[in-house]
């Protein structure tokens, strides 16, 4: 079962984990860094009645206890 965490969700941000989004660097082919972001694959999902934005591997795991 999902336990959605009770808090202000953002946009890129999983409600039952809590993972969002990490800043790395990307490396052209001469190895200079230009900063990114690395965003976390958000699906909206009915849990308990309700649309929760949930990440990818929260709905794998849900979906290997069930």
Known sequence: M??????????????VCGRGTIAGNSRSHSNIASKRKF??????????GKKAKVCTKCIKTENKEA
């Open 2 to 15: 999902l336990y959605v965490i009770c808090y202000l969700n953002m946009s890129k941000t999983c409600s």
């Open 39 to 48: 965003s976390i694959n958000i699906q909206t999902k009915k849990v308990d």
